[in-house]
């Protein structure tokens, strides 16, 4: 397997994914798929949301059965390997108020983001407001050259059900 040096994690949800894969009316998701990778043999390991996002980031849900604001997790995580290694990450969230908000500020819905329910991220203020940013930094980022080596990006409420028109996702 090559060596990559950025992965992009996009989460999007509430859409079987036999919906878009192959369906003429997602050409801009399929055009993805086809040419960088899709996962074809996840499934989430709960229902409400949060139990899978943990389960996304850390291999484990921790007990977790809610979407709870609450339930801080101190656990090791996708985040704290990736920066074992020497490499960079961010998380950016659409419709997130300030970076490392904790708290729900719809459309933002802080089920969506498991890095802030990580004791070791949340807790930080430095390591977190570094890394748990507003999607709207995304662009800066981009156009600056400062992409980390992997980038995890959630949509808002609003924006969860990609579009099936070819335009792009956000």
Known sequence: ?????????????????????????????????????????????????????????????????????????????????????GRSWKAYLEGMPSACFVGDAYPYMQKHNPWIYYNDIRTNAARCNAHVVPFSQLGTDLAGGSMPNYVWITPNMCSATPPVDGSPLW
């Not at 996962?39 to 949301?49: E, K, L, N, R, W």
């Open 1 to 85: 397997m090559p060596a990559f040096s950025h992965v992009f994690v996009i989460v999007m949800e509430n859409e079987e994914s036999t919906s878009l894969i192959g369906n003429a009316s997602a050409p801009y998701i399929n055009s993805l798929a086809n040419s960088y990778g899709l996962a074809t043999q996840y499934y989430g390991v709960s229902h409400p949301s949060l139990p899978n996002y943990l389960a996304l980031t850390a291999g484990n849900t921790f007990g977790i059965t809610s979407d709870c604001t609450t339930c801080w997790v101190n656990a090791t995580n996708v985040a704290d390997q990736i920066e074992a290694s």
